[in-house]
């Protein structure tokens, strides 16, 4: 598998599948939207700067409920969750989506503003690499999302959805969350197998292209 960070929530899996997007975004983000053909789109909540599906090039099976699917030899289970730390009050809910494909347990947290209730990490199950938001304002701060973090443990953690110099709205930087660690990794993409995956453990910084 080889994951390519498009910027915010916003991530594409290569995988013998077929090529999976999640949280697609329109170009009025700030960052570039994603001009390939894709299979399968998830969108973790509908905020415009998460589920601009409208966007996307080819014909995809696009996820926007909790349950589970399976789209050939992909199985993919949403977990409902909420975008605060009120049920939902302030922004609504949100979806995590665990991604199960070539070997990999891959989880998306989406716009995730809370710590995690038991039975979401037991629903969730193992996670080989986590896709954590570390921002903060619209999603769990830095702190919490380390908190969150050890609750999942995973392998690899990649941080998003933090400030960068292209986003157009307001986020916290990647460095208070990444701050947290002695050791981070900074790589263009992640390509990974279940069999090398431990050579990559720890926080992997992915680079958005257009830096």
């Avoid at 947290?109 to 990490?121: F, M, R, S």
């Amino acid at each position: 598998m080889i994951i390519n960070w498009l910027g915010h929530a916003c991530f594409v899996f290569e995988t013998t599948a077929g090529r999976i997007i999640t949280d697609p975004f329109d170009s009025s983000l700030g960052y570039q939207p994603y001009q390939e053909p894709v299979d399968v789109a998830t969108v973790s909540h509908q905020h415009w700067d998460h589920n601009a599906v409208q966007t996307l090039q080819g014909d995809p099976q696009v996820i926007s409920t909790a349950g589970c699917f399976e789209i050939g030899p992909v199985k993919i289970t949403g977990v409902e969750s909420c975008h605060d730390s009120k049920g939902g009050r302030l922004r609504g809910p949100n979806i995590i989506y665990k991604f199960e494909v070539d070997g990999l347990n891959v989880v998306h947290l989406g716009d995730l503003g809370h710590i995690l209730e038991p039975a979401q990490v037991e629903a969730i199950g193992a996670v080989d690499i986590l896709l954590l938001p570390v921002g903060g304002i619209y999603t769990v701060d830095a702190f919490q999302a380390k908190v969150v973090a050890e609750q999942l443990k995973p392998v690899v953690i990649i941080p998003m959805h933090y400030k960068t110099r292209h986003l157009n709205i307001e986020l916290e930087p990647l460095e208070k969350f990444a701050g947290q660690f002695d050791i981070t990794i900074k790589k263009p993409r992640l390509d990974v197998t279940f069999s090398d995956l431990r050579k990559s453990a720890g926080v992997v910084i992915l680079d958005y292209p257009g830096s």
